[in-house]
């Protein structure tokens, strides 16, 4: 096969891939969001929520949801298109993208204006130096949402620890119904 044919075949797989995407998610391989939220939302929370909500109210503008699957953690609680029915049970119109892998992860960072992060204490800042860090992205991109009062004390994994306690009085300050009744169904 010479180069002309070999160009001609890899920029039909390509359209294929795109077309592919396309259809299952209705937006473009390359499009990018301008601002982004990453996390892995494994559960998505109401914590999740107050740093989306207060990041869209600082930028004034949409912000997308970047669905990551963790390189760092094994056996999540839902699938990745789960957690984007979780994230629309709260922001119905949700702007969500897929980060399967570090290549994927990387070319949504790399392309976004700003990328979205919550804090919650100094294992948060140390967290989110170590990513930006580990994929090579300015920090100047963080848009840092400091998260105080109630929402600082809960994480998915603590909101996943009370639902199997039976804790769901508790739960519900940290969770939705919808995603308290998804958690009940796996846990």
Known sequence: MNTHEHLKKKKHLVKIKSVQHLAK???????KPKYAFFGSFDPFTKGHFKVYTQAVNDLQEEVAFVIVKSLFKNNPTFSLEDREAIIK?????ANVYYARDYYEIKKLKVRSVKIIKGRRDPEDEAHTNFVFDFYGIPKQKL????????????????LKELIKKGELETAAAFANDFTIQRLKSVL
């Open 89 to 93: 049970s709260y922001v119905t119109k």
């Open 25 to 31: 998610t209705g937006k473009s391989i390359f499009e």
């Open 143 to 158: 848009h840092q949402v400091n998260v105080g009062g109630t929402y600082r004390n809960i994480s998915s994994r603590t």
